[in-house]
């Protein structure tokens, strides 16, 4: 098999497989409005999506009190895409229901993992609240299955030998043993449930407690603005006088670390020797960071490829902006505020990299983007859904808090869609785009690493797997690269290759097959033995 994933939801070409309404309990039985409402989207749809406000504290506890009242045989599962979230759920609720709500994910002891495993096999009924592990639990038998913050990228699991995505791997649970699944949502639907919502194949539980946003947005055009500094004289006009009214000010920068590091000499970058990204320099911690795979290393400030120690500091992390506005403020205390702190610091200034919600909302009267271009920055089809995303849950946290955005292209499409605040509209044109350019969720990625320790050889094996493959695969997939990635530090010479896939299982089993035939073909050769090749089916994620 190529990968685990390639057993997934089949939604996109095939009808919805309606759950038996007589295992279902009677919805009459329930009495709060939004369980009603659930149990009767159950009946008629095996998928149900719910947006952000449906289920608050309390519904959760209607929610389980109902589910052990029906004294049903099966268990239900709750997962969440981190360990933080599964603690945070079992502190509210699971001393209410202890011994009948377990925690599973890989936080615990092996031993406390193992004792979960035993209850499970053993036990009648159970609710499992957990991360992806616990999607393989020796179940015999699963009522309700539930995903919160599906929208979340945690929930892929990169580990080499077994990736998959575990929220698509339990719609294809749920589809295979005709399970009642609800999706639900923090802020915004992934773009994907919202085109199978779109489609009827989820059916969208309406709710009335829909946030609604009516904070101020400005945008502030930075060619109009001559002063060469971080502030316009906009932005500085706006931040005085909050402060001036007693309240404090966030800054919201993306970039994480101190800054990126490049060789003056041979001009190269410091890349992660795992994926081939930048490496972030970190000046608090005094080490070298990789933001997408952790891969860490003491600050060594000299460059990998020619050891030359000149290196130039180059772009701006959020530690290297806490610098420059200090000394643009320096009567003002500001702060940069970590996800690992457990209070808001005491500052009038505080920096962010992302949203927080442990952020105190009292007393914040302005949520200001220095450089909101760099939120459009990645290379990353995804851009501009994780960016609106990210607004969207600070309107949420301040529903009634100006935003400010400094921008040199404040006319683009995207900050026109943030001026409206209309998420709906947003949405359908990022699936317009997806489908003109044919990105997810209209096609499927695959990615294909090849690696060897030798450059030459690697290249040679590239080649000639492309020549196999490319006679046998339909016209339906498209073939982007080969891209040579990071050869620094102690990677073996890697190339990538990316299939644009048609969604249907039948041809991506086919390409699948193809894939397979041709690497051990290749690998027979003696030349070419010690080539590694690694398939990753939806690597965007």
Same mark, same amino acid.
């Given at each position: 098999?190529?990968?685990?994933?390639?057993?997934?939801?089949?939604?996109?070409?095939?009808?919805?497989?309606?759950?038996?309404?007589?295992?279902?309990?009677?919805?009459?039985?329930?009495?709060?409005?939004?369980?009603?409402?659930?149990?009767?989207?159950?009946?008629?749809?095996?998928?149900?999506?719910?947006?952000?406000?449906?289920?608050?504290?309390?519904?959760?506890?209607?929610?389980?009190?109902?589910?052990?009242?029906?004294?049903?045989?099966?268990?239900?599962?709750?997962?969440?895409?981190?360990?933080?979230?599964?603690?945070?759920?079992? +502190? @509210? &609720?699971?001393?209410?229901?202890? /011994?009948?709500?377990?925690?599973?994910? %890989?936080? #615990? *002891? $092996?031993?406390?993992?193992?004792?979960?495993?035993?209850?499970?096999?053993?036990?009648?009924?159970?609710?499992?609240?957990?991360?992806?592990?616990?999607?393989?639990?020796?179940?015999?038998?699963?009522?309700?299955?539930?995903?919160?913050?599906?929208?979340?990228?945690?929930?892929?699991?990169?580990?080499?030998?077994?990736?998959?995505?575990?929220?698509?791997?339990?719609?294809?649970?749920?589809?295979?043993?005709?399970?009642?699944?609800?999706?639900?949502?923090?802020?915004?639907?992934?773009? +994907? @449930? &919202?085109?199978?919502?779109?489609? /009827?194949?989820?059916?969208?539980?309406? %709710?009335? #407690? *829909? $946030?609604?946003?009516?904070?101020?947005?400005?945008?502030?055009?930075?060619?109009?603005?001559?002063?060469?500094?971080?502030?316009?004289?906009?932005?500085?006009?706006?931040?005085?006088?909050?402060?001036?009214?007693?309240?404090?000010?966030?800054?919201?920068?993306?970039?994480?670390?101190?800054?990126?590091?490049?060789?003056?000499?041979?001009?190269?970058?410091?890349?992660?020797?795992?994926?081939?990204?930048?490496?972030?320099?970190?000046?608090?911690?005094?080490?070298?960071?990789?933001?997408?795979?952790?891969?860490?290393?003491?600050?060594?400030?000299?460059?990998?490829?020619?050891?030359?120690?000149?290196?130039?500091?180059?772009?701006?992390?959020?530690?290297?902006?806490?610098?420059?506005?200090?000394?643009?403020?320096?009567?003002?205390?500001?702060?940069?505020?970590?996800?690992?702190?457990?209070?808001?610091?005491?500052?009038?200034?505080?920096?962010?990299?992302?949203?927080?919600?442990?952020?105190?909302?009292?007393?914040?009267?302005?949520?200001?983007?220095?450089?909101?271009?760099?939120?459009?920055?990645?290379?990353?089809?995804?851009?501009?859904?994780?960016?609106?995303?990210?607004?969207?849950?600070?309107?949420?946290?301040?529903?009634?808090?100006?935003?400010?955005?400094?921008?040199?292209?404040?006319?683009?499409?995207?900050?026109?869609?943030?001026?409206?605040?209309?998420?709906?509209?947003?949405?359908?044109?990022?699936?317009?785009?997806?489908?003109?350019?044919?990105?997810?969720?209209?096609?499927?990625?695959?990615?294909?690493?090849?690696?060897?320790?030798?450059?030459?050889?690697?290249?040679?094996?590239?080649?000639?797997?492309?020549?196999?493959?490319?006679?046998?695969?339909?016209?339906?997939?498209?073939?982007?690269?080969?891209?040579?990635?990071?050869?620094?530090?102690?990677?073996?010479?890697?190339?990538?290759?990316?299939?644009?896939?048609?969604?249907?299982?039948?041809?991506?089993?086919?390409?699948?097959?193809?894939?397979?035939?041709?690497?051990?073909?290749?690998?027979?050769?003696?030349?070419?033995?010690?080539?590694?090749?690694?398939?990753?089916?939806?690597?965007?994620?």
């Amino acid at each position: 098999m190529i990968l685990p994933e390639l057993l997934r939801e089949k939604e996109l070409d095939n009808p919805v497989e309606t759950p038996n309404p007589t295992e279902l309990p009677n919805p009459t039985e329930a009495t709060n409005p939004y369980i009603k409402a659930l149990w009767k989207a159950w009946e008629k749809h095996r998928v149900v999506y719910a947006p952000e406000p449906y289920f608050s504290e309390e519904i959760w506890k209607i929610f389980l009190s109902h589910i052990f009242s029906l004294s049903q045989t099966g268990h239900t599962i709750i997962m969440f895409p981190g360990i933080k979230q599964v603690e945070n759920f079992m +502190e @509210t &609720h699971g001393s209410a229901w202890a /011994g009948q709500v377990l925690s599973f994910h %890989s936080g #615990l *002891s $092996p031993k406390q993992r193992a004792q979960v495993w035993v209850q499970v096999i053993g036990s009648r009924s159970l609710c499992i609240v957990g991360t992806k592990s616990a999607l393989f639990l020796p179940f015999s038998r699963i009522n309700y299955l539930i995903l919160a913050q599906e929208e979340s990228t945690e929930w892929k699991e990169r580990e080499k030998g077994l990736r998959y995505h575990a929220r698509d791997t339990a719609l294809w649970l749920s589809s295979q043993e005709k399970i009642p699944t609800m999706l639900y949502s923090q802020i915004l639907p992934s773009l +994907e @449930t &919202h085109y199978n919502v779109r489609r /009827g194949k989820f059916f969208r539980l309406s %709710s009335p #407690l *829909s $946030p609604t946003f009516s904070s101020s947005v400005h945008m502030i055009n930075l060619k109009n603005h001559s002063r060469n500094t971080l502030f316009s004289a906009s932005l500085e006009r706006m931040i005085k006088e909050t402060l001036t009214k007693g309240e404090k000010v966030l800054l919201v920068h993306g970039s994480k670390g101190y800054a990126y590091m490049q060789c003056t000499i041979c001009k190269e970058l410091s890349l992660c020797p795992r994926c081939g990204l930048v490496l972030k320099y970190y000046h608090s911690l005094n080490e070298i960071k990789c933001s997408y795979c952790s891969y860490k290393e003491q600050g060594n400030l000299t460059c990998s490829s020619c050891k030359n120690e000149k290196i130039r500091i180059e772009g701006m992390g959020i530690e290297r902006l806490e610098e420059e506005v200090r000394d643009f403020f320096p009567d003002i205390s500001v702060s940069m505020w970590k996800s690992s702190d457990s209070s808001s610091p005491d500052a009038d200034l505080l920096l962010i990299t992302h949203p927080f919600s442990e952020i105190v909302q009292e007393n914040v009267g302005l949520i200001a983007w220095i450089k909101a271009d760099l939120m459009l920055g990645r290379f990353d089809f995804r851009t501009q859904e994780n960016a609106y995303r990210k607004i969207r849950q600070i309107q949420s946290y301040f529903p009634q808090k100006p935003l400010c955005f400094q921008s040199y292209s404040p006319d683009t499409p995207f900050f026109q869609h943030v001026l409206n605040s209309k998420a709906e509209r947003f949405l359908e044109e990022e699936l317009r785009e997806r489908k003109l350019f044919r990105y997810p969720p209209y096609i499927r990625c695959l990615v294909l690493y090849l690696s060897h320790p030798k450059q030459e050889i690697l290249k040679q094996a590239t080649e000639n797997y492309l020549i196999n493959i490319s006679t046998q695969l339909s016209q339906n997939t498209e073939t982007l690269g080969p891209q040579i990635l990071s050869t620094k530090r102690k990677q073996m010479p890697t190339s990538q290759i990316l299939f644009k896939l048609p969604c249907r299982q039948q041809e991506i089993q086919e390409v699948q097959q193809i894939l397979i035939k041709e690497k051990r073909v290749l690998q027979q050769e003696k030349r070419y033995r010690g080539l590694v090749l690694l398939f990753d089916m939806d690597a965007y994620y």
